[in-house]
């Protein structure tokens, strides 16, 4: 790649919290995942949101890839690849979820120089492949190439970087990122449309169908009709917001990977026996409508 273009891409905005955040969506929200990933102490939580402190971040892109609901935006550093091999270096190795859309992108090989993989390295691809043999999917291979295996190499902001602040408003959108992730493109679901790596369950005992989950989920796995409520996991992030933010503690998320399907449940029409109203409840053994159901609670508790 030649030297202006490497310049170019030196020039990516800083990192920042998008309002797609379950924490920004609600804040009954208990994601940390961003937070837990970094490793310089460059998030905080104000007012219960996630703030970048861009003196501290190093822009290693730990949080971007841990983040399920893409909502850090910025790009990851640039993976070395050649002839659709992932280089192993001696910088932060990829994430389980980078390797996991690197492969389906075509590359499937691990190839390094040194006498012995690094163990960080060796360590991702191995947790990778865990990962893909769940998927039924044939795993990464570790080579070691022989001979140098050239590629210029340069840090960021290390060229032009006095021209950066003038330029990177008009240039930084034309950046060529064909091996890099940005905010939008660590979706697992775009490319295993056949899997899913979450379970959603509902206790239908608890659910009322107050439609909350299904109002803040952005990837739409939750959806009330007339007729039932049906659970799309395919799509799930694993953000837990639907979990979190459920009044009758109805929803569960467990990150798994198994074939994508989809669960619906029945809506019953019934009267109630209280108030004689009609109302929708999951429960067919369910008599009463759920304003009658928390009045006669809040009686007990009372008492």
Known sequence: M???NRWIESLDYEFRVLDACSRHLSPLSTCSKCFDSCTEAAITFVSGKP???HEKCTECGDCIVECPAQAIEGFLPKRMIHQNQLIATDEHPPSIRELLVLYKKGVKTLIYEQEVVNTDWKQAVSEANDRLKQLNEPPFSIQRKKGEIKEEKYTRREVFSIWKKEAQSTMKQIAPAKWRFNHRELDLSIFYPNDQ???ISLDTSKC???KACQMLCKKNCL???ET???LSAQRCSGCMLCQDICPEKA????EKIQPAVKISHSLYTKECTTCNSKYKTLSINNDKCVMCKKRESFGTFLK
């Open 2 to 4: 030649g030297l202006l």
């Open 51 to 53: 703030i970048i402190n």
């Open 197 to 199: 790596f979450t379970i």
């Open 208 to 210: 009322t169908t107050c």
């Open 223 to 225: 959806q009330i009709t």
């Open 228 to 230: 039932d409520f049906t």
């Open 251 to 254: 929803i569960t998320v467990e």
